[in-house]
């Protein structure tokens, strides 16, 4: 029992990162562009408008995505310990999908900065 606890704690790890660091991002991230942490793009470190419209709207997909991938990974690895399921759900594809999926949140933030700025980094204006 006590190893199923740990289990499944590991497995949310991923899932609980993107929501706190979606939550994190959403409401401003770090203030000053860095090396070091937050959301790293050529794109997204251009100015200070680039990086926060990326943290903003990465916490945002980080955010929603993570709560699908909390209820996904519990619904999975709870029908595998009620059913005795064999490996075909086995935790290692579980956290495999989840890199995946956080890789791929890198996506639509990509398209947002490319469809919002220009390669320099201003805003693009859009006549109506």
Known sequence: MLYSIFIYISLILIP???I???LYFRHGGPKKINPAFGYRTSRSMKNEDTWRFAHQHCGKIWFRWGILLLIIT???YF???MTSSPADLSEDKIVIAQVVVLILS???TELA???TFDRQGNRKHHSV
């Open 16 to 18: 609980l990162t993107m």
């Open 106 to 108: 890198i996506l639509p």
């Open 79 to 81: 029908y595998r310990l």
């Open 74 to 76: 519990s619904v999975f």
């Open 113 to 115: 900065l490319r469809k």
């Open 20 to 22: 706190c660091f979606g």
